[in-house]
């Protein structure tokens, strides 16, 4: 076998091989991670799910539920194939000098938009020419190192994107270096003569010669043809521009492997490449013309970003559930737990009280009922802030309506004592108590000796009274009270738009709440912070004589430098994984900004040094162009605090 047959042997196995490892690898991507996502959803007739392998393309036109990866992600690029030379000399035996013109190339790329494609590339290989022909033998060979950059079209404007198979035009613009070797000498050192009757020889062709020693090229090409100066023309530039002119095929195998397969014309700006020109005289006058040369190839692309983050799963309707078969739907019945057999009214609650007192068992629990608001109701501040000064206060979301009560007792009669007591001394005068496990909300039958006993040893709620709870977060959303793994979280509707939770019941012992806020932030909720409230309102800490000193504040991640900045911002998004900051990723938006904070990136737009004009202007804004959950958050000096906060620095100031 020879030499080059050898080369070229082993550069289709190595080929191959890597071809069969790449597109094996995005197999078990298709059969692991990705395939959870699908190329495209697809089903039978019957709504059974069909594999996409088994689908033929042509029914594929219909379907739009294929989810790109996102823009501006990087895409790795590696291809292998052939150069073919176009120029002053023509090629004796094209097709036997492959392995003498093979070439590869690496490359960068990204998705700009969905048509076009913006590429970096480095190209290497080499490509071999002899001309043999009548009146003159000449050949040589140059290996190119090329680098540019190129756009590509794929016409998805046409084609939808969902199809597996995409031709592409692109256009770049490329330099590179190249160097011409001749083949002049054979392996013995001596010159090349080509006589008349085809053969080489070792001396010129003359009548007194007839008998010079016959030859054979060892195709080394040794000589360095621009060293020669064999027309004059010194040591020329072999460093030029191109611009690739291409055209191809890309074969998708899954959302992240491409097979690309494509040709490119190199249009050159240098009549050198292969040391013939329209300076030389004789068989060594070329044309004018500048030369060219093709890449043709066959390549992979994997695209190595970022997915974008699936949207979390829509609670399920609870107004298509019922619970309990009452025939009362989840979202409406107020009382969840009603016992079957029992007859209910249009709200779920049982019509005949005195049918369901054997349903409560001596395990049954009771509370006090303060109030109770429905989807899209909520409390007022006052309604709240009396709450808040109430010990034993929690919030439960029950079927998307939520319940402040107050306690859980062993019998009706203790529950009774706390709704006398929150009556007679508070603005809340509608609270009741309902049976809570399980759940029915009926007038329960309450002996009233045994109340009036109890009430004699009771403690009476004080306005003077005040109680240190802990903030531990705030959210666009009305979220369920159990996501914290805290027992007694109370939820208030903020002036802002957002739903905050506090915790904690620390009557008169700041100390005591400190320590649980120090608690919370252990346990992640970093921004946690001290609330006060009394005698129905809400105070803050100076009003009850505590005075924090910078140290502490310190402890609670707050610093307080000689000028307080404060500005509120919209955050529009937040990811665990960081987003390109261009406008095509935020819904055309510009300037926007970036924080890390609870291990999230977290992404805002705009800035206001008011609360109202944030809320009001930019608020609106972002959620008409389609950020539905936008919401208000504040910096103080750069750095993220609580809308609380915020306001009791500028309650401070003014």
Known sequence: MSCKSRNLDKFLREAGLILAIAVGFGGMETNGQDSARALISVTDNNGAPTDLSTTEDSNLSGIAEYKPLPYFQPILGLGAGFLTYFGDLVTFQAGSRISDNLAYDVSISTRTN??????????????????????????????????????????????????????????????????????????????????????????????????????????????????????????????????????????????????????????????NLDNVNSYGNGTREGATDLERFFYTSIGLRYNIGQDVPEPPEEPEDTCLIDDDADGVNNCIDECPDTPDSVAVDSVGCPTDTTAIEDSVQTDSLWTVLLGKYGPGEYPTSKFINQVLSIPGVWTEVVNDTTYYINNLYDNPEEAEVLRLNVTNNTNIKDSKVILWKPMILYNAKIDQDKVNSMLKDADQLSKEDVFFRVQIGAFSRLIPSNFFDVSDVVMIPGRDGLFKYVTGNYKNDYDAAEAHRLEMVAQGFDDAFVVVYRGGERVTLADVGITRDVDSLGTAGISIPDEQVIMYKIQVYASKDPSYMVPVNFKGLENVEEYEDAGLFKYTYGKAPSFEYASDVLLNQMRRIGYKDAFVVVFLNGKRITLERAFELEDQND
């Open 114 to 271: 969905k048509f076009i494609t913006l590429e970096l590339y480095f190209l290497k290989g080499k490509f071999t020419v002899d001309e043999q022909t009548d009146t003159r033998n000449l050949n040589f060979q140059t290996r190119v190192e090329a680098g540019g950059v190129s756009f590509s079209h794929n016409f998805m404007n046409w084609i939808p994107e969902q199809k597996r198979i995409h031709p592409y035009l692109s256009l770049g613009f490329e330099g590179f270096n190249f160097n011409s070797k001749g083949d002049t000498l054979d392996a013995n050192g001596n010159p090349y003569y080509y006589w008349s009757d085809g053969t080489i020889r070792t001396e010129q062709e003359l009548s007194t010669n007839t008998s010079a020693q016959v030859t054979e090229r060892d195709y080394m090409y040794e000589s360095d043809l621009r060293k020669a100066n064999l027309d004059g023309l010194e040591r020329y530039s072999q460093f030029s521009f191109a611009v690739p002119v291409g055209v191809g095929v890309q074969y998708r195998v899954n959302r992240r492997l491409i097979v690309d397969l494509g040709t490119e014309m190199h249009f050159t700006f240098t009549d």
